[in-house]
């Protein structure tokens, strides 16, 4: 019987010392972000970096000032309409501090890391390339009228006929009378 009790015990305690660590990082989480907010704003000139390593995509401010720094952010639709280069306010100086939320006219950008002094792995700007006679029906505009080239035929039909077709009559041969 006590076997049991402390057996429960255990079981509870370990769960209460769980939620209790998962609480008190989340808490240092919201009140180190809020504390960024109060620091003093300086405008900063950057650019969106998006990097993709298989599925995990991560977005980066890069700073267009020398010695360039990457600030690191959680995504936000704005990101998407954010033009390259443009000015924004930073709560902290990327220099210094190891994290630094942005502001952007009415929405604020928070830190998803540190500030990495070094360019991040595998890093791609979110331009678009130059067009090319390889990639020019990619650097159109959405409503121009111009479609690519569409092949006269798909490239998995061989024979003439679908392929359901020859199956279709042997079927129809084979039918007890």
Known sequence: MFANADRAL??????????????????????????????????????????????????????????????????????????TPTTVEAHGNPRKHRLV?????????YPSGRVRPTEPPAAAPTTPPPPTPWNGHRACPANSAWTPPRPSRPPWSACSGPPSTAAASRAGSARPR
């Open 101 to 109: 939320a942005v502001r952007t006219g009415d929405t604020v950008l």
């Open 10 to 83: 255990s079981g509870l305690v370990f769960s209460a010392l769980l939620s209790a660590l998962t609480l008190g990082y989340a808490l240092w989480l919201i009140l180190s972000r809020l504390v960024l907010l109060r620091r003093p704003t300086t405008p900063l000139a950057v650019r969106r970096v998006r990097v993709q390593r298989g599925l995990l995509t991560r977005s980066y401010l890069e700073t267009e000032s020398t010695p360039r720094r990457w600030i690191p952010v959680h995504f936000d639709p704005a990101l998407l309409t954010l033009p």
